[in-house]
């Protein structure tokens, strides 16, 4: 026997004959499969149609695959999505609630000024809640910046109307009809304001 012939009988003892196959009970892309994934296809010869079987099953894997984890992201996509409509739906209610708090004193005070006709205590309550109000709303980050003497910025004032004033300098906010709010440095509301003229030359 030929060197030749000996290597061909010994690729062949090493490839699973289809009796095998069989016996085992696998299918023939599973066996193969199986047999690459042994021996690494190092020495091992393969029909055509095993070896479009054993590709077969590796795509069908993989597509399983791909298919499982696409679902899983979609969930994932849907549940977050839920939870940020949930948490923006319920982000002011810490503040809410303690708007209804002044509401109830409002209307408590509405309540005394009916019954008592006691303008001095009654603009007291009131400015009580004034305060208590400013208090609430700064610790969400709301403030209020002044505008007056400073010179004219776009970016925080409205100018609504023009001032003559000869002892301020041209483009000076001479007056404030509206106050302009922050909310965590952001402008929420521009000054309504009243500018200097400018100097005719």
């Not at 095998?20 to 994934?37: F, L, N, R």
């Not at 996509?77 to 982000?91: E, G, M």
């Amino acid at each position: 026997m030929s060197k030749a012939d000996k290597e061909r009988k010994q690729r062949e003892s090493q490839t699973p004959s289809d009796t095998e196959i069989e016996a085992t009970g696998e299918s023939e892309s599973a066996a193969v499969e199986k047999q690459i994934d042994i021996n690494g296809c190092a020495g091992a010869v393969f029909s055509p149609e095993q070896q479009i079987a054993a590709l077969t099953g590796q795509l069908d894997k993989a597509r399983d695959e791909y298919l499982r984890l696409a679902a899983e992201f979609d969930n994932y996509k849907k549940r977050t999505t839920r939870d940020y409509i949930n948490l923006v739906k319920t982000a002011n209610e810490g503040l809410i609630a303690e708007l209804l708090e002044l509401l109830d004193n409002f209307e408590r005070a509405f309540k005394s000024r009916e019954e008592n006709h006691d303008a001095e205590a009654y603009h007291k309550g009131v400015s009580m809640l004034y305060d208590k109000l400013l208090d609430v709303l700064s610790r969400e980050g709301l403030k209020r910046f002044n505008s007056v003497g400073h010179i004219f910025d776009p970016r925080l004032h409205e100018a609504v109307m023009q001032v003559d004033d000869d002892g301020a300098e041209p483009d000076t906010v001479a007056a404030e009809l509206q106050a302009g709010y922050t909310l965590n440095d952001k402008v929420i509301r521009h000054a309504r304001v009243g500018v200097v003229k400018g100097k005719e030359s």
